[in-house]
């Protein structure tokens, strides 16, 4: 159910006398002693009541303040209006309802019925205990008593007015396509970011309709799915752990931060390129030290960690790395055993760590090791930082090789994506020292080789064109460089500096 109508109202009221006092306390007072001295022009009757939700205050010292009418307890559909004044003086009232109300709040068709009703149109599939509202539907000449119903499921969000006498549909609306709103967020990782919102009843949700309603929901620390975040004022997180919508906001960050990046350099729209937005589940089981992508769900989970050794597992080069194991599994598909497994990894970390980059976050300044945010006691910028995987010299984690051999399939592919990922940062970052996020990145090559590198913004292209163009769900280190070699000529040319590049950075992994 939804709070009830007068619940609804009392939550308006004190957002909007919350704003007023800010800046003026005396609108919304003088407004309803307006609408109290005008109750005609405001088609009040008796048991109206109204509550303030909006006050913009002109230069001229106009004030327009804006009310929702409630009726007998229960919300006025088409019953808010805006009470215009000037220096106290009344100046006019907009509103479309034409006559006072005057009916009864009892129904004769009962909520189960109206529900039912709604359900037939939706169908059986929706998520969750649907909600329902008495309201009054005052936008045509005879004013309704009604059922608001809402039913949802992840495909959609519907509103259904059903008349509470006749059981007549009276109207029906989405949720969804109505209202991206720009909330703010208090991140663990990211510092304050903005966040695309999606306006609904009641509030917003964490679901942003500009990028496919990529959405996160809330695991509760249990292992099943969850609701989407839901917030009164789209002010989302505390920046600590003790707001569980805090590392909420930081997957529905890195969503945001992925989703731009693919779509911004690589014209990828969404993970399976169709526009469609995944969602993040977060806050999943008890102490949980890891993240994965699930291709059967198309979302991404995230743990608490134990709060020992390891933070929420919510970094952004962690988000981005998820996401790209869903792009990996829609293009190659590598198979996650083996060197196609090591490349799988690879991929993800290459392609997180291009994110991490481009989102350029002053919190999250851009470097090459991954996961450095989760761990707990790293200091940011200090050069000793531990991380899970340092793509300049993946030999620092004691696990991963540098140099390839034809063992390394044998290895966790957590391990054998070392080879890749080095062979990427010195293809995009040459092998001369160089400093990112106060650590120093002093690659080593594994035959002595000196050399520049392509840069980043060419690194990733030929990366991406080779994942998505060349590789097969089975290819190893041999195929990879076949692969990147076919992509850079593509791009840059059969004869150019950065084919030759190419070959010269994974000769430097010994992949020859
Ligand atoms: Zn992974």
Known sequence: MHPNATRYAAALLAMAVGNALAADPAPTGRALGLLRSHAQAARAS???????????????GSQHVRFDRIYAGLKVIGGDLVMHSRHGRYQGVSLTQSEPLVLSVRPTFNSRAAIVAAGAEFGPDFSGT??????IDARTSAPSLAWQVRLHNE??????????HHGRMLDRWSNRETAAANGTAHSLYSGDVALVTDSVFGGFEMRD??????????????????????????????????????????AQYGAAMTWDYYKNIHHRTGINNDGKGA???????????????????????????????LMPILSLDITGHEMSHGVSARTANLIYSGESGGLNEANSDIMGTMVEFYANNPKDTPDYLIGEQVFVGNIAGSASQRALRYMFNPSADHASPNCYDSNIGKLDVHYSS???NLFFYLLAEGTSAKTFSGVNHKPITCNGST?????????????YRALTVYFTSSTGYAGARAATISAARDLYGATSAEAKMVATAWSAVRVN
Request: charged letters at 25%; one cysteine or more; glycine letters at 12%.
């Open 46 to 60: 008796a048991p109206d009541r109204f509550v303030a939700r909006d006050v913009i205050v002109d230069k001229d």
């Open 130 to 135: 649907p909600e329902s509202a008495l309201v």
């Open 155 to 164: 495909r959609a969000d519907m509103t259904y007015l059903i008349d509470a």
């Open 209 to 250: 309709p500009s990028r496919g309603n990529s959405r996160t929901i809330d695991g509760s620390n249990s292992r099943t799915s969850g609701r989407v975040y839901k917030d009164a004022d789209n002010v989302w997180g505390n920046g600590t752990v003790s707001d569980p919508a805090t590392g909420a906001a930081d």
């Open 279 to 309: 969602y993040n589940r977060v806050h999943y089981g008890f102490g949980y030290n890891n993240a994965y992508w699930s291709d059967s769900c198309f979302c991404m989970t995230y743990g608490d960690g134990d709060g020992t050794h």
């Open 418 to 420: 070392g080879v890749a």
């Open 451 to 463: 050399f520049a590198g392509v840069g980043r913004d060419k690194a990733q292209k030929i990366w």
